[in-house]
């Protein structure tokens, strides 16, 4: 079974402090996502990894980066934490291959910022 | 630009009938879609997709139909369940752009009526 592990479930942070999420999975697969989910707004892509040390920008990454420098670690960073960054953060992984296949995700880390 | 759609936020049904939760897309370029159902404070778990070579894909209880002239596709659960009680998810690749990057819509928040 693939397993996508998120370092914490719950976090709470104050205003400008540098927040690290971590994720890690056991499939060796090659894409690694970092997503939010919010009320309304459903599930947004963050920045997403093709590759070690490679990253692409998704629909909203001001405010983030990542790292990615073992294959199975992708790693958000919330240089300064803000409000607006309280939220549902969600990491998925998912093989690179000819055919189709699904993403998997861990379980999610709830941030609050405050 | 949301290139995914779920226009209706929340669907009701009474235990043992049909839920049909509907799905918009925009880019012709995605030619594989997923549904994924998500209980509050988990990750999404993937439930069944299908590739645009399709028009249905049937698992179990659930099928989802594909109609590519109108960029809509839907998830059909039949007989409902209270267990099926969930967020739906449904999001949209690109096999061909060579970046496996999924696009999520904004949810559908399923309730079974026991």
């Known amino acids: 079974d693939v397993k996508v592990t998120q370092s914490s479930r719950y976090l709470v942070k104050r205003t400008g402090e540098k927040v690290f999420l971590e994720c890690v999975q056991d499939?060796?697969?090659?894409?690694m996502f970092w997503y939010r989910q919010d009320p309304g707004l459903g599930l947004r892509l963050i920045y997403f990894?093709?590759?070690?040390?490679?990253?692409e920008k998704g629909d909203i990454p001001e405010g983030y980066s990542v790292s990615r420098e073992k294959k199975e670690r992708f790693s958000l960073i919330l240089e300064s934490a803000s409000t607006n960054q309280t939220s549902m953060y969600l990491c998925?992984?998912?093989?690179?291959?000819?055919?189709?296949?699904?993403?998997?995700f861990g379980q999610g880390t709830r941030l609050t910022v405050v | 630009d949301q290139q995914v759609k779920q226009n209706s936020p929340s669907l009701s049904v009474q235990e043992g009938r049909i839920s049909i939760l509907n799905c918009d897309y925009t880019?012709?370029?995605?030619?594989?879609f997923l549904w994924y159902k998500k209980y509050p404070a988990e990750g999404p778990t993937f439930l069944i997709s299908?590739?645009?070579?399709?028009d249905k894909n049937e698992d179990g209880r659930f099928t989802v139909f594909l109609n590519k002239s109108a960029k809509h596709l839907s998830l059909h659960i039949v007989p409902s369940q209270p267990g099926d009680s969930a967020v739906y998810f449904c999001?949209?690749?690109?096999?061909?752009?060579?970046?496996?990057?999924?696009?999520f819509g904004t949810g559908t928040r399923l309730k079974v009526l026991a």
């Open positions: 998925a992984s998912s093989p690179s291959t000819e055919g189709n296949t699904e993403a998997f």
């Open positions: 499939m060796d697969h090659e894409n």
């Open positions: 990894s093709y590759d070690v040390k490679m990253k």
């Open positions: 880019n012709s370029m995605f030619d594989y």
């Open positions: 299908i590739s645009s070579i399709k």
């Open positions: 999001a949209a690749t690109s096999t061909t752009s060579g970046t496996y990057k999924y696009i």
